[in-house]
Structure formats: structure tokens, C-alpha cells
């Protein structure tokens, strides 16, 4: 499958512990969005990354979030400290190196916060 | 703040009909446009996208863009149950930059 993966699928995280999200991109794309969907609500952008930088982290809280994507290995997506609030659906989108092309979404992980 | 706005629905079509799917969008400088259906509990799926006025078609599928309105929809012929599902509408402004998504229109399809 050269899709976009995402793992875990499901996370299930006490409050104030961590969690990390992972997303390898399919193969030849370079570029990596995160997106957070609470029920009922649309996708909300939150960060855009390519190898080893952030393009815009615009749409991430300030605090307890942060994302990467290493030269080698998964993006991810972390979460400190983790608030009830944080519970959602997480989804990793990728795309080619157009500055145009569509994004591919993964599965996406479902967070709840206990 | 960029919006792109989209009726929430639920829009019921009977099996057969033409459901058609509205967004407009506030940025007056957005590049490129795009439709993705999301069934319950799954990601979004590609359906189309759309760069110029006009139309442009796949299948069923018929994406339209109306630049200077600011507003695009997605029209969908001989509708199946198994097109029940909530559609989102996704723009970009600058190339490159990340879509912003409305929240999606629910459609209902019964047969």
C-alpha cells in the first residue's frame, strides 16, 4: 500500500500524559499537513511541514503541540500534557512537490483523552 | 480570516437525481479548488479538483468555478445510496499553502 500511513490508528491517553502521532507520506511526496477534525466540525489546519522544516505552524496552539519531520523516519505530531479537549481526529495529508497538487489524506488517528 | 463556507445540509436526493453541492469562499486570491467525500469515521477521498472558470468533469462528477462570484460546487449526476456521504469543500490560496476546508456538506441518497 503506498498510501499515506498513519499510526496508531486509536490512542487512548490519560490526562497530562503524552502523545505522539506518526505519518509517513506516500512515496515521492515531500510535503506533509496535519489536520485536527472534532465531531461534527470540519478539518482544521494545523501544521504544514517538508523534510527537516516547518513551512507554517499557523494553525497549532502555542503551547503542548509541536511537530516534526525528520531527514529520515515519519513526521509526528506531539502532544504534551494532553487535556480532554485534545480528543479528535487527527489526519496526515501529503502531496507531490507541485505547488498545486491535491493532498492525499492518511486514516487519520483517533485520540481520546480518559 | 479565510473562509470557505458550505451548507451543512443534510441534502436529500432521491436515487437517480442530480445532488448539487455549493462553497463559496473569502479570499478572493485562491489559486486552486478542491472536493473530498468523507464517509462516517473514515478520511477524506480526492473526488476532484478544479483550477479555471468553468467546468470540468469526471464520470458523474462535475466540479464548476466561478472565480469572480467566489464560488464552486460539485454537482453529481444519477445519484447512488452509496454516494451518501459528507462532502468538503477545500481551497487553496497561495500555491503551495495548506487548504482550508468549509465543514462539509451531508448528502443523503435514498433509494
Known amino acids: 500500500n503506498a498510501g499515506v500511513m498513519q499510526n496508531p490508528r486509536h490512542l487512548v491517553r490519560r490526562r497530562g500524559q503524552e502523545a505522539r502521532l506518526r505519518c509517513s507520506p506516500m512515496k515521492g511526496h515531500s510535503h506533509v499537513y496535519w489536520y485536527r477534525q472534532l465531531p461534527e466540525e470540519g478539518l482544521k489546519f494545523m501544521v504544514y511541514?517538508?523534510?527537516?522544516?516547518?513551512?507554517?505552524e499557523s494553525g497549532m496552539p502555542k503551547e503542548r503541540f509541536s511537530a516534526e519531520f525528520p531527514k529520515e523516519g515519519p513526521s509526528i505530531l506531539r502532544i504534551q500534557q494532553v487535556v480532554r479537549g485534545d480528543s479528535a481526529a487527527y489526519f496526515c495529508a501529503s502531496r507531490t512537490g507541485q505547488a498545486d497538487s491535491p493532498l492525499h489524506f492518511g486514516n487519520g488517528t483517533r485520540l481520546t483523552v480518559t | 480570516q479565510k473562509e470557505v463556507e458550505q451548507n451543512s445540509g443534510p441534502l436529500s436526493v432521491p436515487e437517480g437525481a442530480i445532488a448539487s453541492l455549493n462553497c463559496t469562499y473569502s479570499?478572493?486570491?485562491?489559486?486552486?479548488f478542491f472536493w473530498y467525500r468523507q464517509y462516517s469515521g473514515k478520511s477524506p477521498e480526492l473526488i476532484m479538483f478544479i483550477y479555471s472558470n468553468g467546468d470540468k468533469e469526471d464520470g458523474r462528477f462535475t466540479a464548476q468555478l466561478n472565480k469572480a462570484s467566489q464560488y464552486v460546487s460539485l454537482l453529481i449526476r444519477d445519484s447512488q445510496p452509496s454516494d451518501s456521504a459528507t462532502y468538503l469543500c477545500a481551497v487553496r490560496g497561495q500555491a503551495g499553502t495548506a487548504l482550508i476546508f468549509g465543514k462539509g456538506t451531508t448528502l443523503s441518497v435514498s433509494s
Open positions: 479570499d478572493r486570491g485562491s489559486q486552486s
Open positions: 511541514l517538508q523534510k527537516e522544516n516547518i513551512i507554517d
